[in-house]
Structures are given as structure tokens and as C-alpha cells.
T-cell receptor
Framework: QKEVEQNSGPLSVPEGAIASLNCTYS??????FFWYRQYSGKSPELIMFIYSNGDKEDGRFTAQLNKASQYVSLLIRDSQPSDSATYLCAASYGGATNKLIFGTGTLLAVQP | EAGVTQSPTHLIKTRGQQATLRCSPISGHTSVYWYQQALGLGLQFLLW???????NRGNFPPRFSGRQFPNYSSELNVNALELEDSALYLC???????????????FGDGTRLSIL
């Protein structure tokens, strides 16, 4: 069974701090990794995607991938109260499989 | 650019009835995906359509089915509704797929299906 694991949280950080969200996956065949943000009662919104080992930065967000350790993380710099949401990690197994396996999400609470 | 649109927003049915949910992908996207998000559970993959063909199916019974039309819009049909089918049904689209690096999927606002 292919799985994606996340700590459900809540992860509480003060405004302006760095929030670090982590995710592990079980299948080494995973090729593509995605982070989505989901506000309560809303649909998931794509934040970042990463395919290769290393870091990928986009504004205040940095995605990190370590395929050897089967580990993906999302760093949010200068956290704002508006960042408070559930963050979903998803892995895709590539090619004709092309479905996303989602973790259950980490609830982030940014305290003003 | 318009995003993924889904209709209806809410749907209330009773056990045994049939439900039809609709999705229009982002313009230019050929792949449409359906996911179920039940209360307290994560998103579960249901179906993937690309170029009018069903490409992959999740671990759901056959009463969950769908199709993709020539304009790439899609329908999800759920027959013989059961109480546990109550969930948020999300449609996503992507710009096809290539090799091992899957194109990001963008989600619509969902249809909340309630079974009484």
C-alpha cells in the first residue's frame, strides 16, 4: 500500500517565524511531489511542486526533496496569520499511473 | 483564465438514488481527475480521464463511474447511493501527462454530496 505520512498537528508558530512542514512517503517509485494548502471548507490550492532532489524556492515557500530518505518538506518563511490552513503533501508515481496519493494533512496555526 | 469549475455546489440525495456531478477543466487541460474527501479522511483518488479515455481508477466500487466529453469536460456518476458516499467530491485538471514528471493538478471548489 503506497502511503504518504504527515503529522496532523496542529503546528503552532508565531507570526514572522519559519514554519516547517514534513512528509514521508513509502514507495521509492514516487517521482513527483506536491504541496497543497486547504482552508477549512475550501478546495486544495497548489503551493509548490518538486521533482528533483534538493531545494526549490518560490517567494516565501521552499520545498525540499530527499529521495534517498523518502522525505519531502515545505518551509514557509515570515509566516502570516493568513497562512493558517491545512497543508497537504501528495506524491505521484509517474507515467500512466498519474494519480496523487495524499497525506492526511498538517494543520498550521500562525499566532499573531 | 478561468479555473476548474464544478456543479452543482451542493447536492442532497437519499439512499439508493443516483447522483451526477459535473466538471469543466481549465482551458487547454486534457486530463481530468476525480477525488473523494470524506469527513475526517484524506483525499482519495477516484478516476482519471485523458483524451476521452479512462486511464486509471481508484479502489472504489463500480457504482462510481464517469466519462469525459470531447470538450474535455467530465461527469462523475454515483449509482445506488449509500450513506457513506456523503463527502466533498473534488475535480482536478492538468495539462496532460508526460513521462515520470506529472503535471500539477489544479482543483475546483468541489461538490458537497449529502446522502440522507
Amino acid at each position: 500500500q503506497k502511503e504518504v505520512e504527515q503529522n496532523s498537528g496542529p503546528l503552532s508558530v508565531p507570526e514572522g517565524a519559519i514554519a516547517s512542514l514534513n512528509c514521508t512517503y513509502s514507495d521509492r517509485g514516487s517521482q513527483s511531489f506536491f504541496w497543497y494548502r486547504q482552508y477549512s471548507g475550501k478546495s486544495p490550492e497548489l503551493i509548490m511542486f518538486i521533482y528533483s532532489n534538493g531545494d526549490k524556492e518560490d517567494g516565501r515557500f521552499t520545498a525540499q526533496l530527499n529521495k534517498a530518505s523518502q522525505y519531502v518538506s515545505l518551509l514557509i518563511r515570515d509566516s502570516q496569520p493568513s497562512d493558517s490552513a491545512t497543508y497537504l503533501c501528495a506524491a505521484s508515481y509517474g507515467g500512466a499511473t498519474n494519480k496523487l496519493i495524499f497525506g492526511t494533512g498538517t494543520l498550521l496555526a500562525v499566532q499573531p | 483564465e478561468a479555473g476548474v469549475t464544478q456543479s452543482p455546489t451542493h447536492l442532497i440525495k437519499t439512499r439508493g438514488q443516483q447522483a451526477t456531478l459535473r466538471c469543466s477543466p481549465i482551458s487547454g487541460h486534457t486530463s481530468v481527475y476525480w477525488y473523494q474527501q470524506a469527513l475526517g479522511l484524506g483525499l482519495q483518488f477516484l478516476l482519471w480521464y485523458d483524451e476521452g479515455e479512462e486511464r486509471n481508477r481508484g479502489n472504489f466500487p463500480p457504482r462510481f463511474s464517469g466519462r469525459q466529453f470531447p470538450n474535455y469536460s467530465s461527469e462523475l456518476n454515483v449509482n445506488a447511493l449509500e450513506l457513506e458516499d456523503s463527502a466533498l467530491y473534488l475535480c482536478a485538471s492538468s495539462n496532460g501527462w508526460r513521462g515520470t514528471e506529472n503535471q500539477p493538478q489544479h482543483f475546483g471548489d468541489g461538490t458537497r454530496l449529502s446522502i440522507l
